[in-house]
């Protein structure tokens, strides 16, 4: 009975013969989707530059991307009638020609939009300029600190930028300054001690044209520090020290402190943490000692850091004025420890950037390749 089953499966097998191999139909097929596909990609590059042409016209509106973005999307319908117009065969086509045709669209349009829109193809956008003058109010003797974060999408060279001074007599200085790593870097020594306000003029310009002015001031005054209020002689514990200090010292927090007899520093805290332009010490604190003669320096140090920058940039403010003190017999003077600002200090800034349309290019990417993985796996 085996022996049977054996004989009849070898006759079933003899039987079976292979399809015949039709070649020409094959080659055309092939032919066909290379011509598609080279449709596709010759279209995907037509509609960039019409996109790029849009994208150009809608500078400055707030749907810009969205509005190219959809010019781009809706134009994969033309590849239908482009086949047809062109007599392409496409009774076998299929969804996966179909799905490869319009994959091969959207990835030229992206990527030769993606091009277009950036340098050094394109440029719309002036260069930016992030200031800070350290400090914006300045005691006789002291300097200032000009430091400026310059950056352009094309990047920006020394010999495009100015910096400019105007003095309280009116004379205009131009002076050499440092420019490293995005950062404009000078110091104003001010060696004839004039007092009064300084315009300062920064100009950036990008290699097309783009230009970006930044004007501010700065200023020297013996009233940038000074104690406004207080006992000098026979000074008790609880007898309150009040410092004025111009609140244009900084745009950010700054630190007021003093030294006694060129001795340690101490910290000196705000009557209102809010405020910039009023702080308070006593003799309480630790440095001061019953029944002895103190000659008081007043400073403050201003600090800034620039985003996503660590390095710190600082500068001091010292009061040109020396304040004589004399304690009593209190002993509660010098009994109590240095206080810690309470204001919060400069420091460094960190934020990531935000995502645009390069994200909208990767996440539209990614989900092709996924539809195409999908597409292949149920083909098989």
């Not at 089953?5 to 039709?22: A, G, N, T, V, Y």
């Amino acid at each position: 009975m085996a022996k049977k089953r054996r004989e009849k499966d070898e006759d079933e097998e003899i039987d079976f013969k292979l399809p015949k191999f039709d070649e020409a139909k094959f080659l055309a097929k092939e032919r066909r989707n290379v011509k598609t596909l080279f449709i596709s990609f010759i279209f995907g590059i037509v509609i960039a530059f019409i996109c790029f042409g849009f994208w150009s016209l809608l500078d400055g509106s707030i749907f810009r991307w969205e509005l190219v973005l959809l010019v781009g999307v809706f134009n994969i319908s033309w590849l239908r009638y482009i086949f047809a117009r062109l007599n392409i065969d496409l009774t076998d086509f299929g969804r996966r020609g179909w799905f490869g045709s319009f994959a091969t669209y959207i990835f030229t349009w992206l990527i030769v939009l993606t091009i277009l829109v950036n340098p050094p193809f394109y440029d719309n956008e002036a260069p930016t300029i992030e200031l800070a003058i350290l400090p914006g109010a300045q005691e006789p003797g002291g300097t200032v600190i000009i430091a400026a974060e310059i950056i352009d999408n094309v990047g920006i060279h020394a010999q495009d930028i100015s910096l400019k001074f105007i003095n309280p007599n009116g004379t205009e200085l131009t002076p050499d300054f440092q420019y490293e790593n995005n950062i404009l870097y000078y110091e104003y020594t001010n060696p004839s001690n004039m007092q009064g306000e300084y315009d300062v003029t920064i100009q950036a310009t990008d290699i097309n044209g783009f230009v970006t002015t930044i004007n501010t001031t700065f200023r020297y005054s013996n009233d940038a520090l000074n104690i406004i209020s207080s006992i000098f002689k026979d000074l008790r514990s609880g007898d309150p020290i009040i410092i004025d200090a111009d609140e244009d010292i900084s745009i950010t927090n700054f630190r007021v402190s003093y030294h006694l007899d060129h001795g340690n520093e101490i910290n000196i805290s705000r009557k209102d943490p809010n405020k910039k332009d009023k702080y308070e010490t006593t003799a309480e604190v630790v440095g001061w000692h019953p029944k002895n003669n103190y000659t008081m320096t007043l400073s403050a140090e201003t600090t800034y850091y620039f985003m996503n920058n660590p390095i710190r940039y600082n500068n001091t403010v010292i009061d040109s004025t020396t304040y004589n003190f004399s304690t009593s017999t209190d002993n509660n003077i010098g009994t109590e420890p240095v206080d810690e600002p309470n204001y919060i200090l400069p420091y460094p800034r960190y934020v990531a950037a935000t995502p645009g349309f390069e994200l909208l290019v990767f996440i539209i990417s990614l989900i092709i390749v996924i539809l195409m993985f999908k597409q292949r796996k149920n083909h098989r």
